[in-house]
Structure formats: structure tokens, C-alpha cells
């Protein structure tokens, strides 16, 4: 079993910064995908970020080069920098972590939102 935790959401003015993070416990195995999703009200679930085990990133295209996701596999967190924040961004932020292969698990954290102002 895995645990998901985000923290670092918040209130934050358009064109501001903000660090969210996603600490994982439990069995984690390297070939998984940690990713960050988001969801807008009357909106459906999207990706944003995600990054696998070896480093390789994808981003959606409204955030791309706006936006950073890392990981720390020795410490089993997820970051994602979010720089020069629009509304549109406003939403609840969930931390996955979802591993396709043998031992196949799909996780979700509980979420944190994230409000952007005009």
C-alpha cells in the first residue's frame, strides 16, 4: 500500500509562484510514474505534470515551460514548481503515483487546492 501527501497549496496573486510537494510511504518500486492532476470545478480530471522513475518529464501544453516537476527517488517526493500562475490554473492539485508492470498499483493523494487571483 502507498500513501499519497500534497502540501504547499494556497492563495496566490496571477503571476506569482507556488511549490507543491507529494511525499509517498510505503512500497515504492522504480518503472513508476509519479504525476501531478488537476481538477477545475464542472471540469474534468487533466494532467499537468509527470515524471518517471528515470527522470523523463511530459507536461500538458498549458503549462509547459511555466511549470517544473522533479522527483527525489531516494526520498520518495515529488515536487512541482509552478511559476507565473494564471486564474485558469486555479484548481485541486492530486498527486498520483501509478506503476503499469508487475507490481501494478495506481495511487491518488487526497489533493490540495491551489487559487489563483486576478
Known amino acids: 500500500q502507498v500513501q499519497l501527501v500534497e502540501s504547499g497549496g494556497g492563495l496566490v496573486q496571477a503571476g506569482g509562484s507556488l511549490r507543491l510537494s507529494c511525499a509517498a510511504s510505503?512500497?515504492?518500486?522504480?518503472?513508476?510514474?509519479f504525476g501531478w492532476y488537476r481538477q477545475a470545478p464542472r471540469k474534468q480530471r487533466e494532467m499537468v505534470a509527470t515524471?518517471?522513475?528515470?527522470?523523463?518529464?511530459n507536461y500538458a501544453d498549458s503549462v509547459e515551460g511555466r511549470f517544473t516537476i522533479s522527483r527525489n527517488n531516494a526520498k520518495n517526493t515529488v515536487l512541482l514548481e509552478m511559476n507565473d500562475l494564471k486564474p485558469e490554473d486555479t484548481a485541486v492539485y492530486y498527486c498520483?503515483?501509478?506503476?503499469?508492470?508487475?507490481?501494478?498499483?495506481?495511487?491518488w493523494g487526497q489533493g490540495t487546492q491551489v487559487t489563483v487571483s486576478s
Open positions: 515524471v518517471t522513475s528515470g527522470g523523463t518529464t
Open positions: 510505503g512500497r515504492i518500486f522504480s518503472g513508476d510514474v
Open positions: 498520483r503515483a501509478n506503476r503499469p508492470y508487475i507490481p501494478r498499483y495506481d495511487y
